[in-house]
């Protein structure tokens, strides 16, 4: 079959085929982990050295997070976090070891410059721990 022959077949079974349109938009989710939106304080530092600085914590899974910070952090950047929260009367605190895994500007509606993902690496003893049951406590993941 020619190739005028072949395109005058295709477009007479296109014209007789009378189904909706199947064309759309695809998302496929590729994190292990949901995210859970969730507002809370952190300190971080680069594993490096040892200044702190503060940042906002928008949404956490035990893959990984969602920060806002003031400051540029490059891709691959290694920093020392803490979450801080607060359960029943005490001040609690998971930290952890992360990378940084992308790094972008945030909203101008945003209290911070910068929006970062970063993958956690490891925790501080029992800490993955106090994480899953932070994640229980604030709610179902988002879809």
């Not at 932070?134 to 988002?142: I, K």
Request: aromatic share 8%; net charge positive; charged share 30%.
């Amino acid at each position: 079959m020619d190739l005028q022959k072949f395109l005058a077949t295709v477009r007479r079974k296109k014209d007789e085929d009378k189904s909706p349109s199947r064309e759309g938009i695809l998302l496929v989710e590729r994190r292990r982990h949901s995210r859970i939106n969730v507002e809370l304080p952190i300190d971080y530092s680069l594993v490096e050295r040892s200044e702190g600085h503060r940042g906002i914590l928008a949404d956490a899974s035990e893959g990984g997070l969602l920060v806002y910070l003031l400051e540029k952090i490059e891709v691959g950047a290694l920093l020392r976090i803490e979450i801080l929260y607060a359960k029943g009367t005490e001040l609690t605190t998971i930290k952890a070891i992360v990378k940084v895994v992308w790094s972008d500007l945030a909203a101008k509606s945003c209290w911070a410059d910068y929006q970062c993902g970063l993958q956690f690496l490891s925790f501080f003893e029992g800490d993955l721990k106090k994480l899953k049951m932070l994640l229980r406590e604030f709610g179902q993941p988002r879809k």
